[in-house]
């Protein structure tokens, strides 16, 4: 499986994003979906996950109320709306298959830069 991530960009605080994750090789339908952050120096962190079909979503407490997981999956794609951004989120972004960090499919990350 192949996840190309995208969306990401130089927005100011206050602004809005949305990152899009395109699945190729396999379709994705099935699996839990999760996009997870990273900030230069730090550690990896879930930022939000899908379940197979959409109607479950979990979401970090940083994200609650200003980001929203989704996903098409006959698009085999999956999102996250990124509303009310602030420069702490500032970080690369990435897809991948499953709930947690470990394993799964990776996909290459999109920089997101907030600027205040």
């Known amino acids: 499986v192949q996840l190309q991530a995208s969306g990401g960009g130089l927005v100011q605080a206050g602004g809005s994003l949305r990152l899009s994750c395109v699945a190729s090789g396999r379709r994705v339908s099935m699996l839990a979906m999760t996009w997870i952050r990273q900030v230069s120096g730090k550690n990896h962190e879930i930022v939000a996950t899908v379940n197979w079909n959409g109607d479950t979503t979990t979401y970090a407490d940083s994200a609650k109320g200003r980001f929203t997981i989704s996903r098409d999956n006959a698009k085999n794609t999956v999102y996250l709306q990124m509303n009310g951004l602030k420069p702490e989120d500032t970080a690369v972004y990435y897809c991948?298959?499953?709930?947690?960090?470990?394993?799964?499919?990776w996909g290459q990350g999109t920089l997101v830069t907030v600027s205040s």
């Open positions: 991948k298959s499953g709930w947690s960090i470990a394993g799964g499919y």
